[in-house]
């Protein structure tokens, strides 16, 4: 949760804000109290618009929760600007992607001036949810951490996304289907005894995994939002959402660019609302694509700025034959036969199209927001 105070002076840029926060997501889950300014320092002090060249400067201090001072100082420079973010590159070497809408975004903010530390609120989640869950239901492994948190690509939108890992499952499909219903039923049961019912959704209908969503609701709510699946397990009875994982994160530890680009197409699509499995890709299907398109890069192309890849990925995009070929991480695939509609291939069920959600009016939907964001880029 952030409770955020903006006061904005006139005749002056610079923007003085108060923040409480109980900091999720890498960091603690204390209440930090923080006094900040952000302002620009080039070229014109008094500004009042940002732009790509300015250099920027946040200064002031935060208390954390044993009573400790800490003082920021930290000088930076506007490096690029799409139509919804800023890019700030910090001189300390980190980077952060700002949203125009929320500026100063004091979530990213805080993470490129903070130190990161554990995820206590989530990990409290999961610590709690196998409690629960061990103690009621036979069968039950573990809770894993799986999505965008298991990435390290998490923002201030992002849920935490935990599957549940049972030693047995029907082996038929129809038997499985039932079963995660029942088992997720029998979970969401169990918590309403500790959080409000107003907290817990059960989705099964008209979707192909059904999910059990946590949504925080002050007291008498989870900490934070999570999505709960019943883990689904691959020919060698390894969880799938384990292998995606580490599959990601080999690609993420071999090629950096796949967090910062993936980041960055992620919020993209959430601002255009084209981001959601049920009617179009999900940022998972996103991601997959930013992996396919690095992985399609000429050597040469491969020094480009993130800017430049950026507008680059929508141009590809743009040009890749749709009717013909599947994406997939390693490649490029032909389709066995002429099907007129988008397919991404899942990088573990490869029988899995990640789009197969987006009908022909979605697909185009999605085509001239990419030919439309490939010509505002900067």
């Not at 935490?160 to 499985?176: G, H, K, M, W």
């Not at 099964?204 to 989870?222: F, H, W």
């Not at 691959?234 to 959402?241: F, Y």
């Not at 029988?351 to 900067?378: C, G, I, P, T, Y």
Request: hydrophobic share 40%.
């Amino acid at each position: 949760m952030i409770k955020l105070k903006l006061l904005k002076h006139q005749g002056s840029s610079m923007i003085r804000f108060t923040l409480l926060m109980f900091l999720m997501f890498g960091m603690s889950s204390s209440v930090l109290a923080m006094e900040m300014h952000i302002r620009p320092i080039a070229p014109d002090p008094s500004q009042t618009v940002w732009k790509k060249g300015d250099r920027v400067e946040v200064v002031g201090d935060c208390t954390d929760d044993d009573g400790n001072v800490l003082e920021i100082g930290l000088q930076g420079r506007i490096t690029s600007q799409i139509s919804t973010s800023l890019h700030i590159q910090f001189d300390n070497g980190k980077r952060v992607w700002v949203d125009k809408d929320q500026w100063p975004n004091v979530f990213n903010l805080a993470r490129a001036v903070l130190p990161a530390q554990r995820r206590s609120k989530q990990n409290a989640l999961v610590k709690h949810l196998d409690e629960i869950i061990r103690a009621k239901i036979p069968g039950f492994q573990r809770c894993m951490i799986f999505g965008s948190v298991a990435y390290g690509m998490t923002d201030e939108q992002s849920d935490l996304d935990v599957a549940l890992n049972f030693s047995t499952i029907p082996e038929t499909a129809i038997a499985r289907k039932q079963w995660t219903r029942d088992t997720l039923k029998l979970v969401a049961k169990e918590l309403e005894r500790d959080w409000a019912q107003n907290a817990i959704e059960l989705l099964v209908d008209n979707i192909r995994v059904p999910i059990l969503k946590l949504s925080p609701v002050g007291e008498e709510g989870p900490s934070c939002a999570c999505d709960i699946k019943i883990g689904g397990h691959g020919t060698d009875n390894r969880i799938l959402e384990e292998l995606k994982t580490k599959k990601i994160l080999s690609y993420i530890h071999h090629d950096s660019r796949v967090r910062e680009l993936g980041m960055l197409v992620k919020k993209w699509a959430k601002s255009q609302n084209i981001c959601d499995g049920r009617s179009y890709l999900p940022s998972f299907g996103y991601l997959v694509m930013v992996i396919h398109y690095l992985n399609a890069m000429k050597p040469y192309e491969r020094n480009m700025t993130y800017l430049s890849s950026f507008r680059d990925f929508f141009q590809y995009y743009i040009n890749f034959n749709w009717n013909e070929y599947i994406v997939d991480v390693e490649g490029a695939f032909k389709k066995p036969m002429l099907i007129p509609q988008m397919h991404v291939m899942d990088p573990v069920e490869a029988d899995q199209n990640l789009a197969r959600n987006v009908n022909q009016e979605r697909f185009w939907q999605v085509f001239h927001k990419m030919r439309a964001e490939s010509r505002k880029v900067q």
